[in-house]
């Protein structure tokens, strides 16, 4: 009988809150890092250009969004592979897995930049430009076209990472990034007033950082080398790749989709200052979500190996726990935004009472059922934890697709703006409620083991 490295055995024996605690705990701040990518941009911008800037960014948004859903699509496939690979023994194929990605993303990277320049003018329209708001919105997409190759390949390589086992490096990628990023805005918005074009300049440059920091690794710290010999792409890998990376994928442009969506009807409903509220909401969005999609993400890997090890009673803990922990870090958000609405908007705006106003509203009615996302979300992982792809891909198709789009299509006919908030809760109690059946099902297997 084999026996275990110390620190796989220890998820079998160790306390479970301190395991969630040591495995949640990077995630978290990974996941935080990458969020406030983006968000720093709309902090300056909202700040110092004004609400106008802060719409251009939001409309333009969405095209990070299909740069993240292709690379999404190749990182996914990609690192399983890795991950598999290695288990065996079999660094030539790892190698080969990992040469074939790194094309894919360049690949990707090149089309989607060729797309916008091309494109760009009608894409914007389409994510929610008007007439307005474009000038700005186009300086902005022409200047990130550059960076979307470096982008995609970040991406991608950051996924592997992981995936041969150095989530350190892949956080430091992410920390690094955001770091470069926020230093170059402050320089190129706050001191020499370039606008938009400076927030794009930082993201870009910040992306160039990115590649060099992985480039480092995949140098001289990896044992996987990226080999000329071995970037022909060969069909068996990008099939294996790109079939498991369609799911997720999947609900990536689900979520840009959504994108869209908010962008054009509180467009048309509220004009450019409604756009710049969505812009807000989504940014602190992220920041209230991901602490809790780092507690699922921790939990995954202690679910699924007491679970292959048969302790149901183990498992069972761990998913409370989190759910516990994910339900206390939503109900501090829900607390911090009925109390400081208002700062919360002053982060990303300079006194503009029309755009506090209906982004305060969003924010009341956007988030009055926050809590109730933390059942779906620990649920989520704890399907991919057992291995339950399907049953996780039609629980987040559900709550994503099938309940959310058609509210956010219906209710402004009614209700107007408040009826794109309100579908937000409505949302949330969509999920809780499927969430919670198909969890006690699941658990009601766990009793035949």
């Known amino acids: ?135 700005q919105a186009r300086d902005y997409l022409e200047v990130i076209l550059f960076g979307v190759p470096f982008l995609l390949v970040t991406f991608v390589l950051n996924g592997l990472m992981r995936a041969e086992g150095a989530p350190r490096w892949a956080m430091g990628t992410m920390l690094l990034a955001t770091t470069v990023n926020i230093v170059l805005d402050w320089l190129f918005i706050a001191r020499w007033g370039w606008g938009v074009r400076g927030a794009a300049w930082g993201t870009t440059i910040a992306q160039v950082a990115a590649v060099l920091w992985v480039s480092l690794f995949y140098g001289r710290h990896s044992s996987l080398k990226i080999r000329a ?90 998913v409370f726990l989190a759910t516990t922990s994910a339900s206390a870090v939503f109900s501090v958000s829900w607390a911090v935004v009925h109390l400081f609405p208002v700062a919360l908007v002053g982060l990303f705006s300079k006194g503009d009472v029309d755009l506090t106003a209906i982004t305060v509203r969003g924010m009341h009615l956007g988030y009055m059922l926050l809590p109730l996302a933390s059942l779906y979300v620990v649920t989520s992982y704890t399907f991919q934890a057992l291995g339950r792809a399907r049953a996780a891909f039609v629980l987040q198709v559900l709550r994503q697709i099938v309940f959310c789009f058609p509210l956010l299509l219906l209710l402004p006919r009614f209700m107007g703006i408040d009826g794109v908030w309100l579908s937000f809760p409505l949302m949330d109690v969509s999920g809780f409620s499927l969430a919670l059946w198909m969890l006690r099902r699941e658990m009601r297997r766990w009793k035949e083991l």
């Not at 935080?32 to 911008?45: E, K, Q, S, T």
């Not at 060969?234 to 790109?242: F, N, W």
């Not at 509220?277 to 780092?294: M, Q, T």
């Not at 679910?303 to 761990?318: L, Q, S």
């Open 229 to 318: 010999s071995l970037l022909p792409l060969r069909k068996e890998i990008v099939a294996a790749s790109l079939a498991v990376g369609f799911s997720p994928g999947l609900m990536e442009l689900s979520f840009v989709t959504l994108l869209i969506l908010l962008n054009r009807i509180l467009g048309e409903l509220g004009g450019d200052v409604a756009v710049s509220a969505v812009g807000i909401f989504l940014s602190l969005d992220s920041l209230f979500y991901l602490p809790a999609l780092g507690i699922g993400e921790g939990a995954q890997p202690l679910i699924g190996f007491n679970y292959g090890a048969g302790r149901v009673d183990r498992v069972r803990r761990i």
């Open 1 to 135: 009988m084999l026996s275990l490295d110390p620190r796989t055995e220890a998820m079998g024996r160790d306390p479970v809150g301190l395991l969630l605690l040591r495995f949640s705990t990077p995630a978290i701040i990974g996941l935080l890092a990458n969020a406030l990518y983006n968000i720093v941009d709309r902090m300056f911008i909202g700040r110092i250009v004004g609400s106008q800037g802060l719409t251009a960014v939001t409309v333009a948004f969405p095209f990070f969004g299909l740069a993240v859903t292709l690379g999404i699509f190749i990182s996914v496939g990609a690192s399983s592979l890795v991950s598999r690979s290695l288990g065996r023994g079999d660094r030539d194929r790892a190698e080969q897995v990992l040469s074939n990605a790194f094309v894919l993303a360049v690949a990707a990277g090149l089309v989607l930049t060729l797309a916008g320049a091309l494109q760009g003018e009608r894409l914007l329209r389409l994510f929610g430009a008007s007439d307005q708001v474009l000038p």
